[in-house]
């Protein structure tokens, strides 16, 4: 049967060509048409709008205002001169780095639990999984219940070892860390499921010759588990820096809308409350358009770095 | 700690903080006895052959009165049919720009008055100067206040029909009140900034029952607060500006003055109240119905609206108190409820959007259910003081002393950036005259740029 099948993938009898192509041509058409329902619709509403965004970002458009006048680089200019995106940035770059690095060290530890032969093993990832699969709605409505100053359970349950109420939403301080622990819990489901899969892919006979040479636990896991990870936590980290870094509904809802002052805005909330507040649909035009080139070098500098000593 | 203990650890934090979310979801679902009625984000009303859409922000118990007026105007009027949609208010504001721009607008809608001026000066609403009887309409202008009544007007042209005025005023723990030996009676109220510290401060209790004008008085360690200023800064800061003789636009509407001697002594008025006289938690993490709700706070400065939430807390003895006097002049903040017609609603549509606003207007009686107080004088005085006391007595505070938002085509940003100078005081993160004046400067931009 197998054999069949193998005739019939590469060698069909009534081609549906019909030009006399080679196999790899063939072959390469017809995985276009399969990826062209998708291509179709990303370039319409993906690269058409962002090709859109660019042209839009060079006028001073409001959404019901009957003229649009050309201002050139204006935009640009407020933007990178308005100290408040600055600190938005800031904001932005220390969530994602905390987050990131939670997420995945939380997802690598919980892969090399759930990895290992137990009992449940399939309970407990999908257990582990399940904050993945809640809205960021439903997510931050419960984190803003949690993180509650006075009735918050985690300040209740803090007031156990002595701690007073700690005010993590109203702290300027704190409010970054809290975001970063809700989303923490929240994504690290996604990694997990990554590094399980790459730490299936190490060959067991690497971890036998390692025992028998008289490895330990930590041994294994530096000299063996963590290089050969690599590019799965390359993939992680790019994929992880890129989604967090667009950051908004945990800050908006928790915080109801990136408080205390504006001290939880990220580039996405500041993206927001130009467009979608004030409704200066150009100048939020030219914040994406910067946003999207901020993430774009930094995923290049995450390429350059880690992946100069990743083994594939 | 071991590698396999700290794996056990972080497992079980995360099983707790799982377990813990629903449960808490549990014990909120317990406290809210009775359940509200929920309310429908669409609602098919009446089966007439005039269909008209109807887009409103009413997604409280209020949307669900409204709806129940409509379905008795339908079944008035069997040739209307009415497609009503709740949209949580600053989505609604954002939709029907895009809406406007796509054609694909309503055939009326329910804003706040002070929209008119955007929607106005863009050219896309109907002008209503006909249905006032000064145009030849139904409706009778000395029906309505004159504050009510500047709401609706935007460069000479009328914009809006107005349903009501809702606005600030005080929900206070009366078993709060009596236990600290102090009069329930609205006419008790102080009458200055120090006479309500003075109560503020017997209401707030430490652990040990001590209040806040007892030395051994413990501000980190509250239970119960005298008063909270979390709950929508803004409108409780505009009311304390105009007390003290500030106003938020110089007289010719250019430029911003809210960073008047006024306004910072109006905003550190509120700051101190959390700082230095410890009555109030700090905006920022402290949810004041939940907290008022749960026995936790005294004085809640909040709206017209709280009338149905406080009848669903039967736990909780409370009743209605006009606004704060901070400053020398009385001031209580309010907003109307506005009817407005895109200028694209024509023929038989307009006739039925009119038909149902008129009848709407004319048994706003029924409106007062929702909480708000009807917006004409003639529904204000038919209101049974048995049945509608907050109603009666805030409404009688925003005709004698009502203040609104600015008339700006900027309001809304107005108003949040205005909001982000309040949190910034209020959470200790800039001194109230700085957060005023960083606030004040990003406004004026705004307004600048309209």
């Known amino acids: ?312 | 700690m071991s590698k396999r203990s700290s794996l056990g650890f972080s497992f079980i934090f995360m099983v707790a903080i799982l377990v813990l979310s629903f449960s808490m979801i549990g014990v909120q679902a317990q406290d809210a006895t009775p359940a509200p009625t929920e309310t429908p984000i669409v609602a098919e009303i009446g089966s007439g052959a005039t269909h008209i859409s109807f887009w409103n922000g009413l997604t409280g118990s209020d949307g669900v009165t409204l709806n129940e007026m409509l379905s008795e105007f339908a079944a008035e009027n069997p040739d209307v049919s009415v497609t009503v949609e709740m949209i949580v208010w600053n989505t609604l504001y954002q939709k029907l720009q895009t809406a406007f721009v796509a054609g694909t607008q309503p055939d009326v809608i329910l804003l706040h008055a002070s929209e008119v001026p955007q929607f106005g000066s863009f050219g896309v609403l109907r002008d209503l100067s006909d249905q006032y009887t000064s145009g030849g309409g139904w409706l009778p202008d000395d029906d309505i206040s004159a504050t009510t009544m500047s709401g609706m007007v935007w460069d000479g042209s009328i914009y809006g029909i107005p349903l009501d005025n809702h606005g600030r005023g005080l929900w206070i723990n009366t078993d709060m009140f009596e236990a600290a030996g102090l009069s329930t009676d609205p006419a008790t109220a102080p009458t200055t900034y120090e006479g309500w510290v003075d109560l503020f401060q017997q209401l707030t209790l430490d652990a040990n029952g001590n209040n806040a004008q007892s030395p051994d008085f413990d501000p980190e360690n509250v239970v119960q607060w005298g008063f909270t200023v979390g709950e929508w800064p803004n409108v409780n800061f505009l009311g304390a500006l105009y007390q003290h003789g500030g106003s938020f636009l110089s007289e010719d509407g250019t430029t911003i003055t809210v960073n008047s001697e006024a306004g910072i002594t109006a905003l550190q008025q509120l700051v101190d109240l959390v700082y230095t006289y410890h009555v109030s938690p700090p905006a920022a993490g402290f949810d004041t119905w939940q907290g008022f709700g749960a026995g936790a706070v005294a004085v809640l400065p909040t709206g017209t609206w709280y009338r149905n939430q406080s009848l669903l807390q039967s736990d909780i003895n409370s009743t209605a108190w006009p606004t704060y006097q901070f400053g020398e002049n009385k001031a209580a903040w309010f907003g109307a409820h506005t009817f407005m017609i895109p200028a694209s609603t024509e023929g038989e549509n307009l006739d039925a959007v009119l038909r149902m606003i008129q009848w709407v207007s004319e048994n706003q009686v029924i409106w007062a259910s929702s909480g708000q107080v009807p917006a004409r004088i003639s529904a204000q005085e038919a209101l049974d003081p048995e049945t509608y006391p907050s109603n009666i007595l805030l409404g009688q505070t925003f005709s004698e002393y009502g203040i609104q938002d600015p008339q700006t085509t900027v309001t809304q940003e107005l108003l949040t950036l205005l909001d982000v100078g309040m949190q910034e005081a209020l959470n200790g993160i800039k001194p109230a005259d700085q957060a005023l004046n960083d606030a004040a400067v990003l406004m004026q931009e705004a307004l600048d740029r309209q």
């Open chain 1, 1 to 312: 049967m197998a054999r069949i099948i193998g005739q019939r993938l590469t060698e069909p009898r009534h081609s549906i060509f019909p030009f006399s192509m080679n196999l790899k041509t063939r072959e390469a058409i017809a995985a276009y048409l399969f990826l062209s329902p998708f291509l179709i619709f990303f370039a319409i509403f993906f690269v058409r709008a962002t090709i859109s965004s660019v042209g839009m970002s060079f006028y001073d458009w409001r959404l019901l205002r009957p003229t649009t006048p050309y201002v050139g680089l204006d935009n640009y200019i407020d933007l990178f001169s308005d100290p408040i995106w600055w600190s938005s940035v800031i904001h932005t770059i220390y969530f994602a780095v905390v987050t990131v690095l939670g997420t995945t060290i939380v997802g690598l530890l919980a892969a090399v639990a759930v990895t290992r032969p137990i009992h449940g093993q399939g309970f407990f990832r999908v257990l582990l999984y399940i904050p993945q699969l809640m809205s960021v709605g439903a997510m931050g409505l419960v984190w803003n219940w949690l993180l509650s100053t006075q009735f918050g359970v985690i300040n209740y349950l803090l007031s156990f070892i002595g701690i007073r109420p700690i005010n993590w939403l109203g702290d300027p301080n704190l409010v970054i860390p809290a975001l970063s622990l809700a989303t923490i819990w929240w994504t690290f489901g996604f990694p997990m499921l990554i590094f399980i899969a790459g730490l299936q892919g190490i060959p067991e006979h690497l971890y036998e010759a390692a025992r028998i040479d008289g490895a330990n636990g930590r041994q294994i896991f530096f000299r063996i588990t963590l290089p050969l990870l690599r590019p799965t936590i390359l993939f992680v980290t790019v994929t992880g820096i890129i989604s967090h870094f667009q950051v908004f509904g945990q800050p908006y809802i928790i915080t109801g809308g990136g408080g205390p002052g504006r001290s939880s805005w990220t580039v996405v909330i500041y993206l927001y409350q130009q467009a979608w507040v004030a409704y200066r649909m150009g100048f939020g035009a030219a914040v994406a358009v910067a946003i999207a080139a901020i993430m774009a070098v930094i995923t290049a500098f995450q390429f350059l770095v880690i992946s100069r000593r990743v083994e594939y």
